[in-house]
T-cell receptor, first 110, second 114 residues
Framework: SQELEQSPQSLIVQEGKNLTINCTSS?????LYWYKQKYGEGLIFLMM?????EEKSHEKITAKLDEKKQQSSLHITASQPSHAGIYLC??????????FGQGTTLQVKP | NAGVTQTPKFQVLKTGQSMTLQCAQD?????MSWYRQDPGMGLRLIHY???????DQGEVPNGYNVSRSTTEDFPLRLLSAAPSQTSVYFC?????????????FGPGTRLTVT
């Protein structure tokens, strides 16, 4: 079965700094999703990547998909306290069951 | 639209008790699923449904039952609660009959089994 490994597991950054979160799949990626979860709340969809080399941006968050490496990265530029939370990557293999990585907890210090 | 709603928000059960977690969506989504979230383990799929009358198991189905009699509702039943089922439970839905679309998540149910 497919597994997703996220790194790092947790991250503390100073406000204004850039950061990157990685998500590596054990099998071919057919669709890669990024979600954000604020503490004690449900998940909010950030973006979906489907093609190798695809890159999407939303405000100060950019995600890329490297199909060959079976990996995706999420990059936050000039982090703000509002970026704090848990970031999860998800993948949907051909079976259609969406699976998630274990999550990366981000703290942004003002 | 209310989106995906879950009730209750919090629940405490004793070992051996049964209960049903409710999930409803008003977006006419075909695909619905249940996840549990535990520290350091991300979200794990319990059961999912690709439409009314159709359900299937996910990664961790033991101890849970589901049914899908309508498009809107997808309840999750704990037959005999165990401390290992202490977790936060999320329901999600999406259009289409697979997980290959944006998932909309409910706010979660925090369950403690003593």
């Amino acid at each position: 079965s497919q597994e997703l490994e996220q790194s790092p597991q947790s991250l503390i950054v100073q406000e204004g700094k850039n950061l990157t979160i990685n998500c590596t799949s054990s099998k071919t990626l057919y669709g890669l999703y990024w979600y954000k979860q604020k503490y004690g709340e449900g998940l909010i969809f950030l973006m979906m990547l489907q093609k190798g080399g695809e890159e999407k941006s939303h405000e100060k968050i950019t995600a890329k998909l490297d199909e060959k490496k079976q990996q995706s990265s999420l990059h936050i530029t000039a982090s703000q306290p509002s970026h704090a939370g848990i970031y999860l990557c998800g993948a949907a293999p051909p079976t259609g069951k969406l699976i998630f990585g274990q999550g990366t907890t981000l703290q942004v210090k003002p | 639209n209310a989106g995906v709603t879950q009730t209750p928000k919090f629940q405490v059960l004793k070992t051996g008790q049964s209960m049903t977690l409710q999930c409803a969506q008003d977006m006419n989504h075909e695909y619905m699923s249940w996840y549990r979230q535990d520290p350091g383990m991300g979200l794990r799929l319990i059961h999912y449904s690709v439409g009314a009358g159709i359900t299937d198991q996910g990664e961790v189905p033991n101890g849970y039952n589901v049914s899908r009699s309508t498009t809107e509702d997808f309840p999750l039943r704990l037959l005999s609660a165990a401390p290992s089922q202490t977790s936060v439970y999320f329901c999600a839905s999406s259009w289409g009959r697979s997980a290959l679309h944006e998932q909309y998540f409910g706010p979660g149910t925090r369950l403690t089994v003593t």
